[in-house]
């Protein structure tokens, strides 16, 4: 399935550009795709900058992503550039790599800006973030989500922050549906974008001692799917 117009990029120039500076590649769907129109969150391995690109260029669905919010400020990119992508990086030294985040910050501010991203606020102002996120699953669009944080003991996926499960019972009360949430591991090895069977949140049952549950099984989903080489349907 062709990548489709995404809010004011064409995705698939993009997707020309990509392959032709980057490697291709495949989505692989162990579980049925979900029906267009039909909005869920897919939960993703950061797995750094990779990620991002790949889900960005060659995910074939329309969907909004979730950016912290330091991302999305040309004042406060390059500072968080540095601090989150360079700082293992000492070749060229400190100065060297303060000075090409604060060249890179512009450009990926323009392009992050027309995925029409949904912004992650911390603290006392993440209900701003659930309300857009929400108010866009209704509208039909999916959301993408990278919720990882720290390292991973195994290598494979670090623990999930819970907030973005927030956005089930909201969309319940809103819609009388339950939300799914699928797993999706970013395999560099092979090049795969790999989905997993989605995770629902249980409405007929108290949401606070469901999070941290969910967000270890869809953890523990993502780790499998990174070790499992199973055909796509």
């Known amino acids: 399935m062709p990548p489709r117009h995404r809010y004011g990029i064409t995705l698939s120039t993009a997707r020309w550009l990509g392959a032709k500076l980057l490697p291709l590649w495949r989505v ?56 989150e992508f360079f700082h293992a990086r000492t070749r060229l030294g400190r100065a060297a790599y303060a000075w090409l985040a604060a060249l890179i910050a512009p450009v990926a501010l323009w ?30 669009v ?15 996926c670090a623990k999930l922050h819970t907030g973005f499960l927030y956005i089930a ?3 319940f009360r809103i819609t009388g549906n339950a939300l799914p949430f699928y797993p999706v591991a970013i395999r560099t090895a092979d090049r795969t974008i790999r989905v997993g069977a989605p995770v629902y949140v249980d409405p007929t049952h108290d949401f606070g001692p469901q999070k941290r549950q969910l967000a270890d099984r869809l953890r523990a989903d993502i780790v499998r799917l990174l070790r499992d080489d199973s055909p796509s349907h």
């Open 28 to 83: 692989v769907w162990l579980t049925p795709e979900p029906p267009s129109g039909e909005p869920c969150v897919f939960v993703c391995k950061h797995a750094k900058t990779a990620g991002p690109i790949a889900m960005t260029l060659y995910f074939p669905r329309v969907f909004r992503p979730w950016i912290i919010d330091q991302m999305l400020s040309v004042t406060t990119m390059p500072a968080y550039l540095k601090t």
């Open 111 to 140: 392009v992050l800006r027309r995925l029409r991203p949904i912004s992650g606020h911390p603290g006392m102002n993440a209900g701003s973030t659930i309300q857009e996120s929400v108010d866009s699953l209704v509208a039909g």
């Open 142 to 156: 999916d959301n993408v989500v990278f919720p990882e944080f720290g390292e991973p003991a195994d290598g494979g």
């Open 169 to 171: 019972p909201e969309y």
